[in-house]
Nanobody
Framework: QVQLVESGGGLVQPGGSLRLSCAAS????????MGWYRQAPGKQRELVAG???????NYADFVKDRFIISRDNAKNMVYLQMNSLKPEDTAVYFC???????????????WGQGTQVTVSS
């Protein structure tokens, strides 16, 4: 069984910073892409940033130059450093990972339970 657990969300003032972490654990043979989506109330879930096993990154236009994604392959973790936060960044942030849970099984996308980020004065 595979589990993704996020941490690091909370309440922050506009212009502030937060760092989200996500740890993958359980039956894991290997992990390909990892990353973060977010979902604000009444809106669809949207991609924030992704990172390949080799470290190639991609970002949504609305977070470029503000957020930085990174990962630690040895620890099966992915991080999201969020700087210059805006009220419109308020959302539940979900991490994902494309994981091969057993030899001979294709990669499956797993999701964390989500962590709330609220940007407000």
């Amino acid at each position: 069984q595979v589990q993704l657990v996020e941490s690091g969300g909370g309440l922050v003032q506009p212009g502030g910073s937060l760092r989200l972490s996500c740890a993958a654990s359980g039956s894991i043979v290997s992990i390909n892409d990892m990353g973060w989506y977010r979902q604000a109330p009444g809106k669809q879930r949207e991609l924030v940033a992704g990172i390949s096993r080799g470290g190639s990154t991609n970002y949504a236009d609305f977070v470029k130059d503000r957020f930085i994604i990174s990962r630690d392959n040895a620890k099966n973790m992915v991080y999201l450093q969020m700087n210059s936060l805006k009220p419109e960044d308020t959302a539940v942030y979900f991490c994902y990972a494309d994981i091969k849970p057993r030899v001979g099984i294709v990669y499956i996308k797993y999701w964390g339970q989500g962590t709330q980020v609220t940007v407000s004065s």
